[in-house]
């Protein structure tokens, strides 16, 4: 069982950045596809980005390519979603997620996720 906990998130302005992490609380013996994913009230909750376990492969949605960047450190097993030009229709509770899959896929569908974060919620103003 691997438990994710994410951070970081909070309000800011249009325009205004924030970085989310999440943290695994346990390496596994080969590191897991991770994704980001995103939902509000009354919708299904949305793929964002998601990177492979080696980190040499990423994919966006495309409502935040260009703005938004995945990466991870395995080291501290931990993924970062950085979220640059933020706009109001960013705002959602975000969620991280694990796949038990091998190292050197992308996973882009979420029901392929196995392990989820509690979510940390990201608000922008206009």
């Known amino acids: 069982q691997v438990q994710l906990e994410e951070s970081g998130g909070g309000s800011v302005q249009a325009g205004g950045s924030l970085r989310l992490s999440c943290a695994a609380s346990?390496?596994?013996?080969?590191?897991?596809?991770m994704g980001w994913f995103r939902q509000v009230p009354g919708k299904e909750r949305e793929f964002v980005a998601a990177?492979?376990?080696?980190?040499?492969?990423?994919r966006y949605a495309d409502s935040v390519k260009g703005r938004f960047s995945i990466s991870r450190d395995n080291a501290k097993n931990t993924v970062y979603l950085q979220m640059n030009s933020l706009k109001p229709e960013d705002t959602a509770v975000y969620y991280c997620?694990?796949?038990?899959?091998?190292?050197?896929?992308?996973?882009?569908?979420?029901?392929?996720?196995?392990?989820w974060g509690q979510g940390t919620q990201v608000t922008v103003s206009s």
């Open positions: 990177i492979s376990g080696s980190g040499g492969g990423t």
């Open positions: 346990r390496r596994t013996s080969s590191p897991y596809p």
């Open positions: 997620a694990a796949a038990r899959q091998i190292p050197g896929i992308v996973v882009l569908n979420r029901d392929e996720y196995d392990y």
